[in-house]
């Protein structure tokens, strides 16, 4: 078996209160709620207990992924650098709305990924924005902690697996709030994608 390399760390952000009411998030701006701080803290213990030694930290720029980055910036005495390649699939008019009365209709934007959710952006433009943000970031000498969005993620997962399925802000997610991925290279080249910590689940669209 090929020996493998930690070169990267995606940190998707605790929960929210719209998390926590299963509604869609998109570019809404909630900040973490109680239990979603603590499952920050415990991520960033959770890196330093297995002696994980973290460079940098970049987060997309919404609240509850900077809040999440902050937990472990601090623990590794490091800056937040935010950046929008991390930011969430914009979902235009269905932020804030409970995902079980939509579902059909963010189905049909999932289906054709071309088409722009009203006051939002497609799932086509979602995923070419992550794959150019992370073609360049992996690249980096730097073990780095992404803090990012659960649909950022499994474009990523998507990418490395050469996997096309998915479907955007479900309730099944590649891992839940809080849960850490680690993204590998091999000495032959080649990528993958663990979860570290948290609770896996099917790789699935999320924000």
């Given at each position: 078996?090929?020996?493998?390399?930690?070169?990267?760390?995606?940190?998707?952000?605790?929960?929210?209160?719209?998390?926590?009411k299963?509604?869609?998030?998109?570019?809404?701006?909630?900040?973490?709620?109680?239990?979603?701080?603590?499952?920050?803290?415990?991520?960033?213990?959770?890196?330093?207990?297995?002696?994980?030694?973290?460079?940098?930290?970049?987060?997309?720029?919404?609240?509850?992924?900077?809040?999440?980055?902050?937990?472990?910036a601090?623990?590794?005495?490091?800056?937040?650098?935010?950046?929008?390649?991390?930011?969430?699939?914009?979902?235009?008019?269905?932020?804030?709305?409970?995902?079980?009365?939509?579902?059909?209709?963010?189905?049909?934007?999932?289906?054709?990924?071309?088409?722009?959710?009203?006051?939002g952006?497609?799932?086509?433009?979602?995923?070419?924005?992550?794959?150019e943000?992370?073609?360049?970031?992996?690249?980096s000498?730097?073990?780095?902690?992404?803090?990012?969005?659960?649909?950022?993620?499994?474009?990523?997962?998507?990418?490395?697996?050469?996997?096309?399925?998915?479907?955007?802000?479900?309730?099944?997610?590649?891992?839940?709030?809080?849960?850490?991925?680690?993204?590998?290279?091999?000495?032959?080249?080649?990528?993958?994608?663990?979860?570290?910590?948290?609770?896996?689940?099917?790789?699935?669209f999320?924000?």
């Amino acid at each position: 078996m090929a020996d493998k390399k930690l070169i990267a760390i995606c940190q998707r952000h605790g929960q929210t209160t719209l998390n926590a009411k299963k509604s869609f998030r998109g570019r809404l701006d909630p900040p973490l709620d109680s239990k979603g701080l603590s499952q920050a803290e415990d991520a960033a213990d959770a890196l330093k207990n297995e002696n994980i030694k973290v460079e940098r930290v970049v987060s997309s720029p919404l609240l509850r992924a900077v809040q999440t980055a902050d937990a472990i910036a601090e623990a590794y005495n490091l800056p937040v650098v935010q950046d929008r390649g991390l930011i969430s699939w914009n979902v235009g008019f269905l932020g804030g709305k409970l995902k079980e009365d939509f579902q059909e209709l963010l189905e049909y934007f999932i289906e054709n990924k071309k088409s722009v959710i009203p006051d939002g952006e497609s799932l086509d433009d979602l995923e070419q924005r992550t794959y150019e943000f992370f073609d360049k970031e992996l690249r980096s000498d730097k073990l780095t902690c992404f803090v990012t969005h659960n649909s950022n993620i499994v474009c990523l997962q998507n990418q490395i697996e050469g996997n096309t399925s998915g479907i955007p802000e479900s309730d099944e997610v590649s891992v839940k709030p809080g849960g850490t991925m680690g993204i590998y290279v091999d000495d032959t080249g080649k990528y993958t994608v663990e979860v570290l910590f948290g609770k896996a689940e099917a790789a699935e669209f999320g924000s």
